[in-house]
């Protein structure tokens, strides 16, 4: 119910959308170029023009545009009909209008990305000997020119060695690198940045003053967020929310969210919670009442990364959180859930999503490969972050001895007591830097933690690295030769028996360096040692032992949870079915992230780690 004054007299008129009824028509109306703008009216007033401009920047900045308004300060002439070229085009004289109306016949735009063939370009450069009819110049735009085909540029490339003095080319285009360079030597180029967002919401507020409409504050924010940088864009989401409002009705932010489909966001925040709470009950509840809303199951889990990237970022840089184009709620909810997840967990739970988004883009039944995802991710919600065990068990803090038969790894005898069945399959060696691509908020791990847990912890782990790596041979000696004295990362001692090559520690050395960046101190022992994998392997219910102990997750679990103990390893899988996976690998690709798990059977209950 703003008051408002009489109609604009554009309002009476057929509507033109505003992206072109307000295209700038001079340099003082382009925003946010301000040094391309002032290079171009130093050089116009110095007289001293180049014959040819590259204008490069991202979709949607205003290149063309730039192009338009240089093609008219070269012709300009003039109220009067006397001027000469001049930063400041009249848009009065003849010149001028028939530009601004696309309707010059010196000024030819060409689009390369539909006319790249060097037909197209000996066509153009033909007339380029002809003297313009009623310009001063003739100018050729040539818009995306690095589309233009090989030929096309050798054939362009003569022209620009030599160009008559009535000509001058404009290009403009996204990919610089992908203009010959013998080309971009011959034209001044200008970098067309995108408009800050601050400037853009101005902008859009005036233009909507002009237009007789009242933006809020706020939406004329998210306009400008959305935007993205480019003046055009804004300006089609500006036309669209003035036609979607009600006549003399202020334009708010809750119909502009609306409008560009940003959704109440409170179910994202919520299923986030519940779920990095372990609280998997309630966090499914909330996926069959999104599902149900029609929800899709890739969107919901694009929603998570990017509540995660941006819980991540707010946890860096936590102004972010009071960006007025973030809903109060939300910015309340965001400060709470950032301050209370660490950085590392976050970054787990970006990794998680990021593997779990391809699962549920291949699955045939996406929205319960979703659901998968997120137990997982509960699950995993329920235990420290890996690099926190990692490093407590390299610092020995409670943890298992690092080195040899791991006390707590024995199961009781005859120790059932209806155990949880879990075996959390968790590879803490694998987040080696070189398997494991680093996530793209690339929020590091506690960097004290980042040495040692790019190494394997142990010397399974240390053989499962090696065999996913084009090492299977070395793996396998090791496998079947090795008899391991002592283990931590970045050292082995081992005994060799009368099978082994006696070059193994030789070429093991750098084979680890060239796998985990690190050097390794190889060294043969006397001492007797462990049986090797092999004869471990052949007793399943030693592997099945060793694989508890040695498991870094359960040694992590053990030392995270004081007075936890294990019960029972598999939950009664048949020792042949062990045998057989010597080694969980929950990911067969190997390009894993290390914080995956996969629960045997049923996970257990949120709280209940002491189970394990
Ligand atoms: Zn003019």
Redesign the pocket.
Known sequence: MSEKTAPSPASEKPYQVLARKYRPQNFAELIGQDAVVTTLRNAIAADRLAHAWLLAGVRGVGKTTTARILA?ALN???PDGKGGPTAE?????P??KAIADDRHPDVIEMDAASRTGVDDIRELIEQVRYRPTSARYKVYIIDEVHMLTTNAFNALLKTLEEPPEHVKFIFATTETRKVPVTVLSRCQRFDLRLVPEDLLARHFTSVAEAEGVTLDAAAARLIARAADGSVRDGLSILDQAVAGAAKGEAIGEAAVRAMLGLADRTQVFDLFEAVMQGDIARGLDLVTAAAAAGADAESMIGDLLELTHWLTRVKITPAIADDPVVPEAERVTGRKLAAGLGMAVLARAWQMLLKGLSEVQAAPQPMKAAEMVLVRLAHAANLPPPADLIEKIQKGEGAAPAARPASPSKPPAGGNGGGTGARATLDASRGSAKAQPAPEPAPEPEPSAEPTAQLPTSFVAMVELLDRNREARLAGELRTAVHLVRYEPGRVEFRLNDRADGTLANRLGPALAKLTGALWAISLSSEPGDPTLAEQASSAAEARRRQAAEHPLVKAALAAFPGAKIVDVTGGAPAAAVAEQPMPDPDADGDMDPDIMVPDEEPPPPGSEEDY
């Open positions: 008219r300009c002439i003039g085009p009249c848009g009065e004289c010149n001028c």
